[in-house]
């Protein structure tokens, strides 16, 4: 999905979370159209989550930008083509300099392609990236979010989601995975658009991947 485009499932989600839950209804209500997007492809998208791991998003975009200057197109051929100190030269550590590798090996091995994961579903998609060096469930589940515009994803571990749902459920008092779980299921099956008016109840400005 491009940058600025709005999934067309969304008007109609929207509608039906603020039929079933007042308070999404006030907080849909309360913050202006999303427009949910990526900067890049597939390959790209993931990349710039290895590149952003542990670090600030000012450092992050600097390393990208020496990284995005030194590979001229960010392909997986052309990073297993450069060499491991001239991606060290960017920035990366030794260990993100590894899993841009194996993350650009599995996209070179991928039969489907860059983007073949439109007859795939979520679990099959988290099951796959997952099993490549430095992606996590939470990089996946970003990834099926902004790159993918996947409907239903609620990425349980995402702390401001969590602290979101604690201010607005449970006046600021902790909640567990399971309160969670059951407070959630009754945005099925469009817990992406609960979750990103969760998180622009916390921070109006949207964030893109």
Same mark, same amino acid.
């Given at each position: 999905m491009q940058t600025g485009q709005r999934p067309r499932w969304w008007t109609g989600a929207c509608r039906e979370l603020g039929e079933n839950d007042?308070?999404? +209804?006030?907080?849909? +209500?309360?913050?202006p159209p999303l427009r949910l997007g990526s900067r890049g492809n597939a390959f790209q998208t993931l990349a710039r989550s290895i590149v952003g791991q542990q670090i600030s998003v000012k450092a992050a975009q600097s390393v990208w930008t020496r990284f995005a200057t030194a590979c001229e197109t960010v392909t997986p051929a052309v990073v297993l083509d450069a060499s491991p100190d001239t991606l060290r030269s960017c920035g990366l550590s030794g260990r993100k300099v590894e899993y841009m590798r194996d993350l650009a090996g599995h996209f070179e091995r991928r039969p489907a392609g860059l983007d073949g994961w439109s007859g795939m579903d979520d679990d099959d998609i988290i099951a796959e990236l997952t099993a490549v060096r430095g992606i996590g469930v939470w990089t996946v589940q970003m990834f099926l979010i902004f790159h993918l515009a996947r409907p239903d994803v609620l990425p349980m571990a995402d702390l401001g989601l969590r602290r979101a749902i604690e201010m607005a459920y449970s006046r600021g008092r902790a909640t567990s995975p399971r309160q969670i779980a059951r407070l *959630? *299921? +009754? &945005?099925?099956?469009?817990?992406t658009v +609960?979750?990103?008016? $969760? &998180?622009?109840? $916390?921070?109006?400005?949207?964030? $893109?991947?």
């Open positions: 007042p308070l999404l +209804a006030g907080l849909i +209500a309360a913050h *959630s *299921s +009754a &945005w099925r099956p469009w817990r +609960a979750t990103w008016y $969760l &998180w622009r109840s $916390l921070d109006p400005e949207p964030v $893109l991947h």
